[in-house]
């Protein structure tokens, strides 16, 4: 089946660092979401990006459908950004598989 | 507000019980999901429906049953079979498959 990798599985982080987050995908993509999923569990959609660069305020998003990666770009990161990143890949159908996540702490 | 509304947060469920999730979105979305979640685990996706009157196995379907007779409401049953039901569930929703999903905030179930 399709495989979805994210690395690394955790992360710590001072308040004020940057830091890269990779999905790796097995095949074809024509969906590819971000997620952060906050300490009580709700998903928040970061960024809907199958191909390209996008930028929302302090995180950034790019995709390579063509080498099957991602990257999820945080930088002077904050307390709040503590959570479980999650990236989600589609093909053709409605399936959305997704990775077991990075777990990123950033103290104060 | 346009969202997704899951209920209820917390479900407790005797073994042998069938038990039923609801989740209802106004964001007049075609497609919906249900998702599994298990503790340090990533989503598996459990049934998806594209349209009114349709829905599709996921990938661990087994001891589950939907419905979708309103494009609002596409309520999850977990059913007696389900061995491992204990986990977190959510929902999601989008406008078609190459969209961003929408999610609700979860339905935690635990069978005692």
């Known amino acids: 089946g399709i495989q979805v990798e994210q690395s690394p599985p955790d992360l710590i982080l001072q308040e004020g660092a940057n830091s890269t987050l990779r999905c790796n995908f097995s095949?074809?993509?024509?969906?590819l979401q971000w997620f952060h999923q906050n300490p009580w569990g709700q998903l928040i959609n970061l960024f809907y990006i199958p191909s390209g660069t996008k930028q929302n305020g302090r995180l950034s998003a790019t995709t390579v459908a063509t080498e099957r990666y991602s990257l999820l770009y945080i930088s002077s990161s904050q307390t709040t950004d503590s959570g479980v990143y999650f990236c989600?890949?589609?093909?053709?159908?409605?399936?959305?598989?997704f990775g077991k996540g990075t777990l990123l702490t950033v103290n104060p | 507000d346009g969202g997704i509304t899951q209920s209820p947060k917390y479900l407790f469920r005797k073994e042998g019980q069938n038990v039923t999730l609801s989740c209802e979105q106004n964001l007049n979305h075609d497609a919906m999901y249900w998702y599994r979640q298990d503790p340090g685990q990533g989503l598996r996706l459990i049934y998806y429906?594209?349209?009114?009157?349709?829905?599709q196995k996921g990938d661990i379907a087994e001891g589950y049953s939907v419905s979708r007779e309103k494009k609002e409401s596409f309520p999850l049953t977990v059913t007696s079979a389900q061995k491992n039901p204990t986990a977190f569930y959510l929902c999601?929703?989008?406008?078609?498959?190459?969209?961003?999903?929408?999610f609700g905030s979860g339905t935690r179930l635990t069978v005692v």
């Open positions: 999601a929703s989008s406008i078609d498959r190459e969209q961003g999903y929408t």
């Open positions: 429906s594209q349209i009114v009157n349709d829905f």
């Open positions: 989600g890949r589609g093909g053709s159908n409605y399936k959305l598989t």
């Open positions: 095949d074809s993509v024509n969906n």
